[in-house]
Each structure stands twice: as structure tokens, then as C-alpha cells.
């Protein structure tokens, strides 16, 4: 079942993907901007008009800025990590100790003087 292929950008999600997740965007926007400006009441023509064109402008420019957003951060992703094992977290830094190290799970003790337990640092 598991091909021995490098994973690549197309793999990662398809152009019909893509389109279909902004046209879903789009219409959800679209249809959000009717129903606040009431095309499905019983209003003058001329409202019922500008709700439509307004509508349309919304569901467009929805569908743009999903397309274009979705499609830099798939840029952003490299294709050849997908598929590769995390052995580490991924916010610690590189010279950090592991996590699951014993050691690292203790949190160093404070200096003790000969009258007890250290003083607050300032």
C-alpha cells in the first residue's frame, strides 16, 4: 500500500482541493452577507439588489484571499518532512537536553548557604 516515492507539493493537496475549500468559503461568505442584509425577506427591489451584488462581492473576494492564503501556506511547507518521524519537540532548541532525559525533569536547586535555604535572587 506504501509507495517508496518522495512526497511532493501535488501530494500534499491536490488543485481541486484547493479551489473546492475556497468555492465552500466563498459560499458560506456569500451567503452569511445575504442573510445580514436581508435578501430573504420580503424587502423593495432595489434593496434586494444591492444585497446580491453585495453578496457576490463578499463570496468573491472571500474565495480570492482563501485561495491565494491557503496556497502561500503550502508553500511554506516542506514536502520531504512531511512523511519523516519527530524524535524531539520541536520548540526546544537544538543544544537543549531531551525531555525525557532523568535529569532533565528537575528543575536545578538553588544555592544553599549554612543559615538555610538561599535567599531570593532580586
Known amino acids: 500500500m506504501t509507495d517508496d516515492k518522495p512526497t511532493t507539493r501535488r501530494d500534499l493537496m491536490k488543485p481541486v482541493q484547493l479551489l473546492g475549500l475556497a468555492f465552500i468559503a466563498a459560499l458560506f461568505a456569500g451567503f452569511v452577507t445575504l442573510m445580514s442584509m436581508g435578501f430573504f425577506q420580503t424587502r423593495p427591489a432595489d434593496e434586494i439588489q ?6 457576490l462581492v463578499a463570496a468573491g473576494a472571500t474565495f480570492i484571499v482563501t485561495l491565494v492564503s491557503l496556497a502561500l501556506l503550502l508553500l511554506v511547507v516542506d514536502p520531504t518532512t512531511v512523511t519523516k518521524s519527530v524524535e524531539r519537540p520541536l520548540l526546544l532548541p537544538k543544544d537543549a537536553p531531551d525531555a525525557t532525559a532523568p535529569d532533565a525533569a528537575t528543575p536545578p536547586e538553588a544555592p544553599r548557604t549554612d543559615d538555610g535555604p538561599a535567599a531570593p535572587r532580586a
Not at 444591492?50 to 453578496?55: F, K, N, P, T
Open 50 to 55: 444591492r444585497a446580491l451584488i453585495v453578496g
